[in-house]
């Protein structure tokens, strides 16, 4: 599976944006799939992810109300809504696809895309 992120920016404070992870391959169907997130000088932490089937999702405490997770397996494309945005969700986002749950979660996904830069000002 590769994968391409896209979609991040430049947004103020309150502001919405939404990414795009582009899958190719046939395993996508058959993946879980995961945002995460790297501000400057932190680690990479978990935000997001969704099961295969799209029915199961599951967030960060930090993200959860103001984000949605949802994919389109016909178009091999996970998303991640974002609103409500703070300055402290500034980071690099990257979408991380693998086949089991525990491997997402936990940040060790057999596939990553090649993250998107989302600024979020004052």
């Known amino acids: 599976v590769q994968l391409q992120a896209s979609g991040g920016g430049l947004v103020q404070a309150g502001g919405s944006l939404r990414l795009s992870c582009a899958a190719s391959?046939?395993?996508?169907?058959?993946?879980?799939m995961g945002w995460f997130r790297q501000a400057p000088g932190k680690e990479r932490e978990f935000v997001a992810r969704?099961?295969?089937?799209?029915?199961?999702?599951y967030y960060a405490d930090s993200v959860k109300g103001r984000f949605t997770i949802s994919r389109d397996n016909a178009k091999n494309t996970v998303y991640l809504q974002m609103n409500s945005l703070k300055p402290e969700d500034t980071a690099i986002y990257y979408c991380?696809?693998?086949?089991?749950?525990?491997?997402?979660?936990?940040?060790?996904?057999?596939?990553w895309g090649q993250g998107t830069q989302v600024t979020v000002s004052p």
């Open positions: 991380a696809a693998d086949v089991s749950v525990s491997r997402i979660t936990s940040g060790r996904a057999s596939y």
């Open positions: 391959g046939r395993a996508f169907s058959s993946s879980d």
């Open positions: 969704i099961s295969r089937s799209g029915i199961t999702t």
